[in-house]
């Protein structure tokens, strides 16, 4: 009885997310968990606060295989291929998951699992097919794609992270999110890798209200009630799909206090934030990579890094503004 607006707004008291990778994984020693409050010898790789796995896992018996076949044709990473009824258990997972009690705001991505399944049912193309054929193509994103690996070389691909528990191995060119590995790479909250110009044509063709190169792709309506933001919804700055500025300058914020209420974007687990502001007519990326070598570096969320920098941008053009009107005046 969730809707698709509370989903894209990260109010349907869904989970904020399911590991289902350790389904994959084993301790190779029966007398030990897969996981310890504690760190310790076995137990050195951190997943968390207060959360440790195991450093000696197995993959469980007949669920990984080293080539693809019709029996695991789901690439996961190099030489790691799982069978496709993984997709279906993590739906099913997803289905089964229970919801919080309290309808507030919690990120969470599992409902965006279930976006790429809805897009499939109605479009009769998978989700990377068919924001291929409608969206980027047309705009001329050459770089902007799942599965990157399947149209360029490695070496064009900055690394990703050394992943020592779960795919164990260094990720690159294949996604991060554990979850959107096992869905073959293509998911609804995860797996589109880009560069910085094909990302600036994306978010210029949202600024020019749906328009890009003269054809339109979205209705300037659709974009204005997703990016609005819900300002009756209590302590949920969010729009649908997209994030908005904090109103409240006392907590964080995904971007900078100067970036005007009429904007909007979205930041990465991996250090990456985009971010759209009508106002200034300004389209801000920041593309870097903080879990290289591992996720536990928190350092670009601690010194605020991506909205410092977003600051900086907006200085220079309040600075450029007040010189040009000091310049009129004097003029005048």
Same mark, same amino acid.
């Given at each position: 009885?969730?809707?698709?607006?509370?989903?894209?707004?990260?109010?349907?008291?869904?989970?904020?997310?399911?590991?289902?990778?350790?389904?994959?994984?084993?301790?190779?020693?029966?007398?030990?968990?897969?996981?310890?409050?504690?760190?310790?010898?076995?137990?050195?790789?951190?997943?968390?606060?207060?959360?440790?796995?195991?450093?000696?896992?197995?993959?469980?018996?007949?669920?990984?295989?080293?080539?693809?076949?019709?029996?695991?044709?789901?690439?996961?990473?190099?030489?790691?291929?799982?069978?496709?009824?993984?997709?279906?258990?993590?739906?099913?997972?997803?289905?089964?998951?229970?919801?919080?009690?309290?309808?507030?705001?919690?990120?969470?991505?599992?409902?965006?699992?279930?976006?790429?399944?809805?897009?499939?049912?109605?479009?009769?193309?998978?989700?990377?097919?068919?924001?291929?054929?409608?969206?980027?193509?047309?705009?001329?994103?050459? %770089?902007?794609?799942?599965?990157?690996?399947?149209?360029?070389?490695?070496?064009?691909?900055?690394?990703?992270?050394?992943?020592?528990?779960? %795919?164990?191995?260094?990720?690159?060119?294949?996604?991060?999110?554990?979850?959107?590995?096992?869905?073959?790479?293509?998911?609804?909250?995860?797996?589109?890798?880009?560069?910085?110009?094909?990302?600036?044509?994306?978010?210029?063709?949202?600024?020019?209200?749906?328009?890009?190169?003269?054809?339109?792709?979205?209705?300037?309506?659709?974009?204005?009630?997703?990016?609005?933001?819900?300002?009756?919804?209590?302590?949920? %700055?969010?729009?649908?799909?997209?994030?908005?500025?904090?109103?409240?300058?006392?907590?964080?914020?995904?971007?900078?206090?100067?970036?005007?209420?009429?904007?909007?974007?979205?930041?990465?687990?991996?250090?990456?934030?985009?971010?759209?502001?009508?106002?200034?007519?300004?389209?801000?990326?920041?593309?870097?990579?903080?879990?290289?070598?591992?996720?536990?570096?928190?350092?670009?969320?601690?010194?605020?890094?991506?909205?410092?920098?977003?600051?900086?941008?907006?200085?220079?053009?309040?600075?450029? %503004?007040?010189?040009?009107?000091?310049?009129?005046?004097?003029?005048?």
């Amino acid at each position: 009885n969730i809707v698709i607006e509370d989903i894209l707004m990260h109010q349907a008291r869904l989970q904020s997310w399911i590991p289902f990778y350790y389904s994959l994984l084993k301790p190779v020693f029966n007398s030990q968990s897969l996981f310890d409050d504690s760190l310790s010898d076995v137990y050195s790789l951190r997943l968390g606060a207060g959360l440790y796995i195991n450093r000696y896992t197995k993959y469980s018996v007949n669920e990984v295989a080293a080539f693809r076949s019709e029996l695991f044709p789901l690439e996961v990473a190099e030489n790691m291929y799982i069978g496709s009824r993984w997709k279906d258990s993590i739906y099913i997972s997803i289905a089964n998951s229970p919801l919080r009690e309290k309808k507030e705001y919690l990120y969470s991505d599992l409902g965006f699992y279930l976006f790429s399944f809805m897009i499939g049912i109605l479009t009769d193309q998978s989700l990377d097919e068919y924001t291929s054929i409608q969206f980027y193509r047309k705009l001329g994103t050459d %770089r902007l794609c799942f599965n990157p690996l399947n149209r360029y070389a490695e070496n064009e691909i900055a690394p990703t992270e050394e992943d020592q528990y779960f %795919r164990k191995q260094l990720i690159r060119g294949t996604v991060h999110d554990p979850g959107a590995a096992m869905m073959g790479g293509v998911s609804g909250h995860a797996g589109l890798f880009s560069n910085a110009n094909d990302l600036a044509k994306l978010f210029q063709m949202y600024l020019n209200g749906g328009v890009y190169a003269g054809e339109r792709y979205i209705e300037s309506e659709t974009l204005e009630l997703f990016t609005r933001g819900f300002l009756g919804v209590k302590d949920n %700055r969010r729009g649908l799909g997209f994030d908005k500025p904090e109103p409240d300058t006392t907590k964080p914020g995904p971007a900078c206090l100067d970036a005007s209420p009429l904007s909007y974007g979205h930041s990465g687990f991996t250090g990456t934030l985009v971010w759209n502001d009508p106002e200034y007519d300004l389209i801000y990326i920041f593309l870097s990579n903080r879990i290289f070598p591992d996720a536990t570096n928190n350092k670009l969320l601690e010194m605020n890094i991506r909205t410092n920098v977003q600051q900086v941008v907006y200085d220079a053009i309040m600075d450029r %503004r007040a010189m040009e009107a000091l310049s009129v005046k004097d003029y005048r």
